[in-house]
């Protein structure tokens, strides 16, 4: 899994922080492969570069610093513009459905402001009588609630 020089690093590391600090060899490798990760990046990164001035050139005279050939590089750049590409369609197409969704909605909505059986079955329906039984019944024990409260107060009910 390791290679014997990053063993050799862990094991100096480990000696190091176990000598000076408490810390757990979980926590170690952690941050390692934190700064292991980091190191990977910015060497690609100038490899990239590297890559980017030997455009052109044979593949035998473009070898990068990280063992990542130029056409390993190339591969990356195009997958990179492919999902940006994909992104961006993806992206018009929601933006699309979008405003096809609100163009449906206002049609609807214009149909049923215009057609006066359409808004008289919305403002009057079961639905709506049982709702405004509701609203009635919920004034009325509000106002028995408080008639209640203003009894106790009064001492006139326990």
């Given amino acids: 899994m390791y290679s014997p020089l990053l063993k050799l690093i862990l094991f100096f590391l480990f000696f190091f922080f176990f ?28 490899s990239a570069g590297y890559c980017k001035t030997k455009f052109g050139d044979p593949a035998d ?3 990068s610093m990280n063992s990542l050939g130029c056409s390993d590089v190339l591969l990356f750049w195009r997958l990179q513009n492919m999902l940006e590409s994909t992104v961006r369609m993806l992206r018009l197409e929601s933006m699309e459905y979008k405003q096809e969704l609100q163009e449906a909605t206002r049609r609807v909505l214009q149909d049923i402001e215009e057609t006066p059986e359409r808004k008289q079955a919305l403002i009057s329906g079961p ?10 019944l919920r004034l009325l024990q509000n106002k028995m609630d408080q008639f209640m409260k203003q009894l106790k107060r009064e001492g006139k009910y326990r």
Avoid at 20 to 39: A, G, N
Avoid at 127 to 136: P, Q
Wanted: hydrophobic content about 45%; some cysteine; aromatic content about 12%.
């Fill in 19 to 46: 000598l000076f600090f408490v810390v757990h060899s979980d926590e170690i490798q952690h941050i390692y492969h934190l700064i292991f990760k980091r190191t990977f990046l910015d060497s690609s990164l100038q």
């Fill in 61 to 63: 005279r473009c070898d």
């Fill in 127 to 136: 639905r709506v009588a049982l709702a405004e039984e509701i609203e009635v």
